[in-house]
Nanobody, 118 residues
Framework: QVRLVESGGGLVQPGGSLRLSCVASGFFLSIYGVSWYRQAPGKERELVAAVTAAGGTINYATSVKARFTISRDNAKNTAYLQMNNLKPEDTAVYSC???????????WGQGTQVTVSS
């Protein structure tokens, strides 16, 4: 069964850290680019960070640069999003996407809630 499952979300105080995981099953994550998106209530979905299949190209949204780090461990079929110095405006549901250009295909996880509040 093909699945993409996120975990690691939760409630954290401002300035705290969380590490999100995105575990793939039923397919090889190594041949897919991985992106993390987030969506806050009443807002559009936003691309947070992305890494290519080989890990050679990484991009971040301006709002998270120097605070978030995307990484992947292809041996574990897993991608990560390390989030440091979290701010209340980082509160959102975070979802991971695995995407392949050819043949075109993509998978989405169900999302994990991150709440930053004192």
């Amino acid at each position: 069964q093909v699945r993409l499952v996120e975990s690691g979300g939760g409630l954290v105080q401002p300035g705290g850290s969380l590490r999100l995981s995105c575990v793939a099953s039923g397919f090889f994550l190594s041949i897919y680019g991985v992106s993390w998106y987030r969506q806050a209530p009443g807002k559009e979905r936003e691309l947070v960070a992305a890494v290519t299949a080989a890990g050679g190209t990484i991009n971040y949204a301006t709002s998270v640069k120097a605070r978030f780090t995307i990484s992947r461990d292809n041996a574990k079929n897993t991608a990560y999003l390390q989030m440091n110095n979290l701010k209340p405006e980082d509160t959102a549901v975070y979802s991971c996407q695995a995407r392949r250009s050819w043949p075109p295909n993509e998978y989405w996880g169900q999302g994990t809630q991150v709440t930053v509040s004192s």
